[in-house]
């Protein structure tokens, strides 16, 4: 491999690194929202395939290794796939041992790491015969995919019934384009509605406070109280298989090769099943919830990297819940990738081995040791300097600069009212792997009712 | 799950002092987030339009302008959160 490539792999990672570092640790940021937008312009920006996984992997492995910390140090999900660890958190927090969470959590995020980047790898290349067949029958699979997100639901029959109406609201609008000349006719505009999903609920919102008697009647807070537990400085570079025993090196490993089995599956059902059901034995508190938050930090992680590395290598179509949401500018993001031409196609296996190992390992030992030693320091950092209405702005930004590209100003009206129905189902409980599904499915979906 | 340490659902007696909003899990003020969203939304799409028009350039002009626009508000706005250090306890 080229030497300069490797050396923007390496700076790619380390960037990852750092930015998902303090991303992850600020409250409230949802994993799709913060990893889409910034690797689709990557991609469009033309970096080549192997600088731009590099970046993707060092990115969900510090992101994932970060976004458990204000979970030990405040009680606060850095991100939704942290929510099920606040319970244990707070049972150590309790007991007087927070600081024991982070070194647990993060921990398990490297074993997840280290067992799910092999098993991937080898999993992919198992898939790799049976890949012609279902590239074949993509098209119906998202459909199917769609199905069954939609029965997964809190409310299915609601999430059923949505699935043909979000479809026509789709093809509709990218036929009106055709139509009055926004975009040329072999162009299919979708970065932008993929974008306008992800931040539905905040564009609902938005247009919430438009409405006189909806913001009068809005609950009001005053600041947020947050409270930080002091923690000891760490001596010396941690050491995972130091920090956690014999069996909760077991157990996660065990949790982290489950998960990346089950890419197919939603990351955050199969964290709160397995870690429970790994940790129910354990009777003393303080070592069962150290047993769990181990374990599931280590299964989400390696969810998020089974579930990006399977699809990409074996398939080249997104079907896992994280293929289609956060690593989805790897798969298409057209021009420069389409479900013809992505990632998978472009890339041989030892690009695959090498941009996911650099990737990890420049994050784990940048954020793993940043986690373990200065954990506290940055979530004061971040808690007291960065404000969410700046977030909420850098991606309210890119999302717009994003649908202007993709056909000029109209879709950025486009893009709102994607956005506001997305964020009205979101709200209903429809989930977002659902309304990914129906985007990918939805020229088929409409062929199929017109009897194409 | 539990809301076990989430301390958003808190309300507290003093009615004046109650001026943010919950909007995607944590609490902006209303003019805080206008102002950011136009802020940022300015120097994203100036970026992009600004810049020569020879792709890449537009697209690395607006993340450059979405940065810039992410540290304006950092500094101009205050986090809606309070602060107290918690010692150890047994």
């Known amino acids: 491999m080229d030497p300069v490539i490797i050396i923007q792999m390496i700076g790619a990672a380390a960037l990852g690194a750092i930015i998902y570092t303090i991303i992850g640790i600020a409250p409230g940021t949802d994993e799709t929202a913060v990893l889409a937008p910034v690797t689709l312009v990557l991609v469009l920006s033309g970096f080549q395939p192997v600088v731009i996984l590099a970046f993707f992997i060092s990115a969900i492995v510090a992101k994932k290794l970060t976004d458990s910390i204000p979970v030990a140090v405040a009680g606060i999900p850095g991100g939704v796939m942290a929510a099920p660890m606040v319970e244990h958190a707070m049972i150590l927090k309790k007991h007087g041992v927070p600081d024991l969470s982070i070194r647990k959590m993060a921990s398990g995020s490297v074993i997840g790491t280290l067992v799910s980047v092999p098993v991937s790898l080898i999993l992919a290349n198992a898939l790799i015969p049976m890949a012609d067949v279902i590239k074949e029958y993509a098209s119906p699979l998202f459909f199917i995919g769609a199905v069954f997100l939609a029965l997964m639901c809190k409310n299915r029959w609601l999430a059923l019934a949505m699935i043909v109406p979000f479809a026509l609201l789709i093809q509709g609008l990218r036929h009106l384009y055709w139509g009055v000349g926004a975009v040329p006719a072999d162009t299919t505009v979708f970065i932008s509605f993929f974008l306008g999903i992800t931040i539905g609920p905040v564009i609902l919102t938005l247009f919430e406070l438009l409405n006189n008697q909806k913001r009068k009647n809005l609950e009001r807070f005053d600041k947020k109280n947050i409270t930080l537990y002091r923690t000891k400085m760490e001596k010396g570079f941690p050491n995972p298989f130091k920090i956690l025993d014999r069996k909760e090196v077991g157990t996660s490993a065990l949790a982290s090769f489950l998960g990346s089995l089950t890419f197919f599956m939603s990351p955050v059902g199969m964290t709160i099943f397995l870690g429970e059901t790994l940790s129910s034995r354990v009777k003393d508190p303080v070592k069962k919830a150290a047993r769990a938050i181990s374990s599931m930090d280590g299964l989400t992680n390696a969810a998020y990297i089974s579930g990006t590395l399977i699809p990409l290598v074996a398939l080249g179509i997104p079907l896992s819940p994280m293929a289609i949401g956060p690593a989805n500018a790897l798969f298409n993001a057209p021009p420069v990738f389409t479900l013809e031409h992505n990632m998978h196609h472009v890339l041989s296996t030892s690009d695959f081995v090498w941009a996911t190992l650099i990737g990890a390992v420049i994050a784990l030992l940048l954020t793993f040791y940043v986690t373990i030693k200065f954990s506290q320091q940055i979530c004061a950092f971040v808690f007291k300097r960065v404000p969410h209405e700046a977030m909420l702005g850098l991606f309210f930004g890119l999302v717009l600069m994003l649908a202007f590209m993709d056909a000029g100003w109209i879709n950025i009206g486009g893009v709102l009212l994607i956005g506001l129905v997305a964020g009205i189902l979101h709200r209903w409980g429809i989930n977002y792997g659902v309304q990914f599904m129906v985007l990918y499915a939805a020229p088929w979906i409409i062929n199929k009712i017109i009897g194409g | ?90």
């Open chain 2, 1 to 90: 799950m539990s809301d076990l340490g989430t301390p958003t659902n808190k309300q507290t007696t003093i009615e004046t002092s109650e001026q943010n909003i919950e909007v995607w899990e944590d609490l902006v003020k209303i003019k805080d987030l206008v102002i950011s969203l136009i802020i940022c939304s300015i120097t994203t799409l100036g970026g992009y339009l600004i810049a020569p028009n020879e792709p890449p350039k537009p697209l690395l002009f607006g993340l450059a302008g979405a940065l810039i626009g992410f540290i304006l508000c950092s500094v101009m706005i205050k986090p809606k959160r309070n602060f107290r250090y918690e010692d150890r306890e047994g």
